[in-house]
Each structure stands twice: as structure tokens, then as C-alpha cells.
């Protein structure tokens, strides 16, 4: 049996080596070949020279290098259209998810006999209480919102078999929310439960800007329901408007009101429905946006080179 091990990079020099090393213990004590797929996502360190030496050393080491960044789910997808394992790993570079588990997971795989074995954090370490909140927060919105149930508090670190790598290579979504996609393929998934460790060096690639962008897209790409809300909204806002338009109406055909009063209700019913209407329309935005970039059918990532690929 072939192990695939999919290792998404970008500026990660300073971790690299030891990723490798304790990759490297814990395959070689299974009795399995395997092979540690690098991709180089495009980084501005020295990341692709030490992945290139790497793969002079060790043929098993074999590199996929971007033409420039192209984000972590775009780095996961290569590796996988690349891979040619019998199960493939989803791992990050920087030692948060411990490469020990892979073997607890094997083991939950040919024991469960399941096709996807999920890591789940029992506890995470090294990281603020924003990213925490914010995480467990979405985890659970995301959850009542689309009508495929993820597992909670899971990540891309798992492990997948030939049947899901072939039905994931089938997919042409431009934006993908890789943990979404599995969990959605079915299957039979059983959880591996672990402590996400703080991070080995360097620091997050992941700032609030491009969190909330993989956020989004696991919420437009698999809920329909903001659009739903955002005409919930544009009936609310209509039945106060009509409230708001009869006591109007009472108050000047029996002249309750003062002749200066318009002013503070004027400045409320802009606000609100101006409120309502930028919201609503940044929604439909949000999906027509999306839509922009799948009609484009843009490749997700180019490939500038391919190191100890075969031909
Ligand atoms: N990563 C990547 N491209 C990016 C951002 C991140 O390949 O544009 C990789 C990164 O090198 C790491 C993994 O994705 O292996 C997860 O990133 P990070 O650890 O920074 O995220 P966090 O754990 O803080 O959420
Ligand atoms: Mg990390």
C-alpha cells in the first residue's frame, strides 16, 4: 500500500526540516511505501530551496511548486490531483497537527473500515482566544445553515482513501472548502480525536483577511440560506415601512404631530433602509461573485515546476 502525504507550504523555512524529520520517523515505521508530497504555495522564503534538497536526498520527497501563491485549499487540491496513493494524508506544515496520528488513524481506517478518517481538536493549543471564538462560533453557525452536517472543531488534517481521492479529483469548483466537500462526499467517516499543538516556528498564514474569506466561502458554497434571510429582511423592513406610512398618515389627517418632527424620522427610515438594501444587495454580490469565478473556469493553480514526479 502507497501513503500519499499532502504537505501544503508557503514561508515555512523555518519548519520545514523538522516537519520532514518526524514525517519521515513515522512512515518509516509503518509497514507501508510512501511518498511526501511538498507543495511550494508560492512562497517568498526559503522554503523551494530547502523542499529541492530535500528531494535530492530522499526520492520519496516530491515537490509541486506554484507559479506564485495560490492559497492553502488550492495547494491541498494539487497535491491531491497529484498523489498517487492508496489513501492520502492531509497535513500542515507546521507541526500543529502531530504526524504521530497518521498511524492512529491508519489503524481507525482498517479497523473501521471507513473511507475518510477526520482529525477532531480535543484541545488546541498556542493559539488566541480570537481565532478560538471566532472558529468555534462558525463551526456551529455553518452547521445550522447548510444542510450537510460537518463534524464540529475539524480541520483539513485527515486521511482519505482512493474512492474519495478520485471522487475530490472529479470536482471543478473554482473556490473550494475542502473540509465542506469531504464531509459532503458521504461515505463511511469515522473521527480521530487529537490536541492540535501550537504551531513549531514562524507564524500564521492565516491573518483575520484571509480567514474570513475561507469562512465565506464555506458559507455561500454550501448554504442558500442568506439569500433566503436577505429576503426575510426585505419583507420586515417593508411591513415597518407600511406600519411607519399608516401612523403617518393618522397623524396628519388628525394633526397629532408637530410640524419639525419629520426630521428624526427621516434620518431613521434612511439609515434602516439603506441599512437593509446595502445588505441585501452585498449578499447577492457575494453569490454573484462566486458565480463570476466559476463561470471563469480558471485552472484553481499553475504549476511552475514538478520535482521526482514520474513522466
Ligand atoms: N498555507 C498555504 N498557503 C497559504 C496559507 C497557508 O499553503 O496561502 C499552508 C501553511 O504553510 C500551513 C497550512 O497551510 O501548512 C495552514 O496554515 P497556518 O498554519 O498558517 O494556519 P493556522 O494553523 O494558523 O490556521
Ligand atoms: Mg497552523
Redesign the pocket.
Known amino acids: 500500500m502507497l501513503i500519499s502525504v499532502i504537505?501544503?507550504?508557503?514561508?515555512?523555512e523555518l519548519v520545514i526540516n523538522e516537519t520532514y524529520k518526524r514525517l519521515c520517523d513515522v512512515m518509516q515505521k509503518l509497514p507501508h511505501s510512501y511518498e511526501l508530497i511538498f507543495?511550494n504555495?508560492?512562497s517568498k522564503d526559503g522554503t523551494l530551496p530547502i523542499l529541492q534538497d530535500l528531494a535530492t536526498k530522499n526520492s520519496n520527497v516530491k515537490v509541486l511548486d506554484f507559479s506564485r501563491?495560490?492559497?492553502?485549499q488550492c495547494?491541498?487540491t494539487a497535491g491531491l490531483n497529484n498523489c498517487r496513493g492508496d489513501v492520502a494524508v492531509i497535513i500542515?506544515?507546521?507541526l500543529?497537527d502531530p504526524p504521530e496520528v497518521i498511524v492512529e488513524m491508519l489503524e481507525i481506517m482498517q479497523h473501521e473500515q471507513v473511507n475518510v478518517v477526520y482529525g477532531v481538536r480535543k484541545k488546541r493549543k498556542g493559539?488566541s482566544w480570537f481565532?478560538l471564538v471566532t472558529a468555534k462560533m462558525f463551526y456551529r453557525i455553518l452547521n445550522r445553515l447548510s444542510d450537510v452536517k460537518f463534524p464540529l472543531d475539524t480541520?483539513d488534517f485527515r486521511m482519505i482513501d482512493r474512492k474519495v481521492i478520485d471522487q475530490f479529483n472529479r470536482l471543478d469548483e473554482t473556490n473550494k472548502y475542502i473540509r465542506g466537500l469531504i464531509a459532503w462526499m458521504g461515505f463511511k467517516q469515522a473521527p480521530c480525536y487529537y490536541e492540535r499543538e501550537a504551531?513549531f516556528a514562524g507564524?500564521?498564514?492565516?491573518p483575520f483577511k484571509?480567514?474570513l474569506k475561507f469562512a465565506l466561502i464555506g458559507l455561500f458554497y454550501f448554504s442558500k440560506k442568506p439569500l433566503n434571510m436577505a429576503t426575510s429582511l426585505g419583507f420586515a423592513s417593508i411591513a415597518l415601512g407600511l406600519l411607519y406610512l399608516l401612523w403617518v398618515l393618522i397623524s396628519m389627517i388628525f394633526s397629532l404631530g408637530h410640524t419639525v418632527t419629520g426630521w428624526t424620522s427621516t434620518i431613521m427610515l434612511i439609515v434602516f433602509f439603506g441599512g437593509v438594501q446595502l445588505l441585501t444587495i452585498g449578499v447577492l454580490g457575494k453569490y454573484i461573485g462566486n458565480l463570476f469565478d466559476e463561470v471563469k473556469g480558471r485552472p484553481e493553480y499553475i504549476i511552475n515546476e514538478k520535482i521526482n514526479f514520474d513522466k
Open positions: 504537505i501544503p507550504c508557503y514561508n515555512e507543495i504555495d508560492g501563491n495560490f492559497g492553502h495547494a491541498v500542515d506544515s507546521d500543529q493559539e481565532k480541520g504551531r507564524e500564521t498564514k492565516y484571509k480567514m
